[in-house]
């Protein structure tokens, strides 16, 4: 079993930064992929940012060059930096890791808010 605590999430101002942290602890042999997804009200949870153990990133489009993911493999971490905030960034941030056995493991969530 993967534990995962994440921490980071508030209010921002339109244009701020935040950066999102996300730890995993417990029965972990290899984490493979890391990453961050995102579910506002009424829509589905969708992918933000994936990094691999072999440090391929993948971003949505809308975050692509506001957004940076990366991870610190030694403290089991992956990182969401996010620039140039806007309200429609505004949802519940996850963390997900999938293990090397393919199992995946979700955080409890982190509220982004985006507002002035």
């Known amino acids: 079993q993967v534990q995962l605590v994440e921490s980071g999430g508030g209010l921002v101002q339109p244009g701020g930064s935040l950066r999102l942290s996300c730890a995993a602890s417990?029965?972990?042999?290899?984490?493979?992929?890391m990453g961050w997804y995102r579910q506002a009200p009424g829509i589905q949870r969708k992918s933000v940012a994936t990094?691999?153990?072999?440090?391929?990133?993948t971003y949505a489009d809308s975050v692509k060059g506001r957004f940076t993911v990366s991870r610190d493999n030694a403290k089991n971490t992956v990182y969401l930096q996010m620039n140039s905030l806007k309200p429609e960034d505004t949802a519940v941030y996850y963390c997900?890791?999938?293990?090397?056995?393919?199992?995946?493991?979700w955080g409890q969530g982190t509220q982004v808010t985006v507002s002035s």
């Open positions: 997900n890791v999938v293990t090397s056995m393919g199992t995946s493991y």
């Open positions: 417990g029965s972990i042999f290899s984490l493979n992929r």
């Open positions: 990094v691999t153990s072999g440090g391929t990133t």
